[in-house]
T-cell receptor
């Protein structure tokens, strides 16, 4: 059973398009996250939701909009895609919002903007 | 400010040799420290975490790390490398509710 799943795994699109990445976790966790990993493997948090409430919102362009329809899902919608958005996006979840809790990561979505 | 510095972006060892991945932290308060591993084309997985209960922390897959306050270090070790250990390793700390990742160390294991 997959704990944290993301779709799609690969996403190739052109500049200016709008795309979404979906994330689901079946661990019963109440906190979910989106991370961005750039080409140098640097990983940085973008957003965090606890019980469907936004608790972390890093300095991310407002073209990025997370949506959490329920505790098990956290989707990421990106408007007007730019070349610099090319990266691997990871979803993660944890039981509790405190950062000492172990976070479980999905396999990642590799976004390529051409 | 809480941060971590990983020394060496690439480490190469022979199979069966000692693995040593270096991490130094800067923190004005007792830190939470983690090591995460990322296997090729996969997400990250927690190897171990330090929460001040014990200075020597044992993790999965034979890895362990020792917290040394005098050196502000949390180096990751494994006595004998296996080919399957080839991956990217991240030293991580926390700042408030956020995890702060180091720049990563790529471990290569040669037969």
């Amino acid at each position: 059973d997959t704990a944290v799943s993301q779709t799609p795994k690969y996403l190739v699109t052109q500049m200016g398009n709008d795309k979404s990445i979906k994330c689901e976790q079946n661990l019963g966790h109440d906190t979910m996250y989106w991370y961005k990993q750039d080409s140098k493997k640097f990983l940085k948090i973008m957003f965090s939701y606890n019980n469907k409430e936004l608790i972390i919102n890093e300095t991310v362009p407002n073209r990025f909009s997370p949506k959490s329809p329920d505790k098990a899902h956290l989707n990421l919608h990106i408007n007007s895609l730019e070349l610099g958005d090319s990266a691997v996006y990871f979803c993660a979840s944890s039981q509790g919002a405190h950062s000492s809790y172990e976070q479980y990561f999905g396999p990642g979505t590799r976004l390529t903007v051409t | 400010a809480q941060s971590v510095t990983q020394l060496g972006s690439h480490v190469s060892v022979s199979e069966g040799a000692l693995v040593l991945l270096r991490c130094n932290y800067s923190s004005s308060v007792p830190p939470y420290l983690f090591w995460y591993v990322q296997y090729p084309n996969q997400g990250l997985q927690l190897l171990l975490k330090y929460t001040s209960a014990a200075t020597l922390v044992k993790g999965i897959n034979g890895f362990e790390a020792e917290f040394k306050k005098s050196e502000t270090s949390f180096h990751l070790t494994k006595p004998s490398a296996h080919m399957s250990d080839a991956a990217e390793y991240f030293c991580v700390t926390r700042k408030g509710d956020k995890l702060i990742f180091g720049t990563g160390t790529r471990l290569q294991v040669f037969p």
